[in-house]
C-alpha cells in the first residue's frame, strides 16, 4: 500500500520527470494552467488558417497552391488533436470553442496581422511556424503526457512548415529587385509579432513561475525567445535580408544576439482584442462554427439512432 498522500505522488512523477495522465491525482490549479495552455495552443493552430488561407487562391504556382493547401490542412489538424488532449481533462469541444467566441479564452497575437503579399506567406512559415517549433520541441517535454505526445506529431509537420516558407524566401531573395523587396517588406512586418508569440518578459508573466515549478513549461518566454533569435538571425542574413531591429548586435561574451525592446503597447493591446484583424478573426470563426451547426446536429442524431455514446459538447 503507497502511504503517500495524493499530493506526494503528484509532485514525485513531476520530480523524476514522469507524465501525469489523466486519471490521476492533480492540483486543480495544474489542471486549470494545463487547460489553459493547451485550449489556447488549439485556438491558435485554428485561427492561424485564416491568414494562410487567404493566400491559397492567389499562390503563385500549382505546386505552391498545393503546399500551402497541405499546410492549412495540417494546422487544422494540430488544432483537433490539441482539443482532444485537453478534453483529456473533462473540458468539452463545445465549452472551449464558447470560451475563444466569447474572448474568455485567447488564441496567438501573431494571427491578428495581414497577410498583405505572398511573401507573407514564407514569413509566415519561417518565422511563426518556426518561432512555434522552438517552443514545441520544448513542449514535448512537458509534464501532461497527453500534450507531449501531441507535440512529438506536431513537431514534425511544423518542420515542413519552416522549410516550406523559408524556400519561398530563398525563391525571392534570389529573385528580382520586387520579389528582394517583398521579401524585406515581409520581415519588417513579421519580425517583431513573431518575437512576441514567446510572451512578456519572464518577469511580467503571470504563470511562467508556476509552469516550470510543474514543470508544464521547461524554457521561460526569454530563454525560448532568445533560441529563436539565434537561430533565426543567421537566415535572415543568408538571404541578404536585414533585421529590422537597429539595436540587433551579437554579443561575443554570450554568444547571444541581443534585441531591441519590443512594443508591448502593441502586444498588451493585440492580446487584449485591440489588434489589427482580432475582431474579424473572430467574426469569422463564430461564422464558421454557426455555419457547421447543421453538421454537428446530423451527426448527433446519427449517434443517437445508432445508440452511440455521445461527449458532452454534442
Ligand atoms: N498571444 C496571445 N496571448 C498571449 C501571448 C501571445 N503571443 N503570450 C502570452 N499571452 C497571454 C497568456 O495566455 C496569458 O494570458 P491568460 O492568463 O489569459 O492565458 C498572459 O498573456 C500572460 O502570459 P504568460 O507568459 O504568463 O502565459 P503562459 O505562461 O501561458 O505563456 C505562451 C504564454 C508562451 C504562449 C504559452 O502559453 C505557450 O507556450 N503555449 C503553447 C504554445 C502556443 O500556444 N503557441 C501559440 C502559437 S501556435 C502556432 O503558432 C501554430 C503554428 O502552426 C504556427
Request: aromatic content about 10%.
Amino acid at each position: 500500500m503507497d502511504a503517500r498522500t495524493e499530493e506526494e505522488r503528484f509532485n514525485a512523477i513531476i520530480d523524476d520527470d514522469e507524465k501525469i495522465e489523466p486519471r490521476d491525482w492533480m492540483p486543480e490549479a495544474y489542471r486549470k494552467t494545463v487547460i489553459r495552455q493547451m485550449a489556447q495552443h488549439a485556438h491558435s493552430e485554428v485561427i492561424g488558417m485564416q491568414p494562410e488561407a487567404n493566400w491559397i487562391a492567389r499562390a503563385p504556382t500549382l505546386l505552391r497552391k498545393a503546399i500551402l493547401i497541405a499546410k492549412v490542412q495540417d494546422e487544422a489538424g494540430h488544432g483537433l488533436y490539441l482539443y482532444s488532449a485537453t478534453e483529456t481533462l473533462g473540458v468539452s469541444r463545445g465549452e472551449l470553442q464558447e470560451l475563444l467566441h466569447t474572448g474568455k479564452q485567447k488564441y496567438s497575437s501573431i494571427f491578428n496581422y495581414p497577410t498583405l503579399s505572398w511573401a507573407d506567406i514564407g514569413a509566415i512559415g519561417w518565422l511563426v511556424d518556426g518561432a512555434a517549433i522552438v517552443n514545441q520541441i520544448v513542449l514535448q517535454g512537458t509534464s501532461y503526457g497527453p500534450y507531449a505526445r501531441a507535440m512529438v506529431k506536431i513537431c514534425k509537420e511544423e518542420s515542413f512548415h519552416a522549410r516550406q516558407g523559408y524556400s519561398i524566401m530563398m525563391t525571392l531573395a534570389d529573385g528580382s529587385d520586387s520579389q528582394k523587396a517583398m521579401c524585406q517588406d515581409a520581415i519588417d512586418r513579421w519580425w517583431w509579432p513573431s518575437l512576441m508569440m514567446f510572451g512578456p518578459h519572464d518577469s511580467e508573466s503571470a504563470h511562467t513561475a508556476e509552469s516550470m515549478s510543474w514543470k508544464i513549461k521547461r524554457k521561460t518566454n526569454d530563454e525560448l525567445r532568445q533560441m529563436f533569435v539565434d537561430q533565426t538571425v543567421p537566415q535572415a542574413r543568408y538571404l541578404g535580408m536585414t533585421i529590422p531591429d537597429p539595436d540587433l548586435e551579437f554579443d561575443e561574451e554570450s554568444g547571444h544576439w541581443k534585441i531591441g525592446e519590443i512594443d508591448w503597447e502593441e502586444f498588451w493591446s493585440t492580446i487584449r482584442g485591440d489588434g489589427r484583424l482580432n475582431r474579424e478573426r473572430i467574426a469569422h470563426k463564430v461564422k464558421a462554427w454557426e455555419d457547421g451547426a447543421w453538421v454537428r446536429e446530423a451527426a448527433t442524431a446519427y449517434a443517437v439512432k445508432h445508440g452511440m455514446k455521445l461527449d458532452k459538447s454534442a
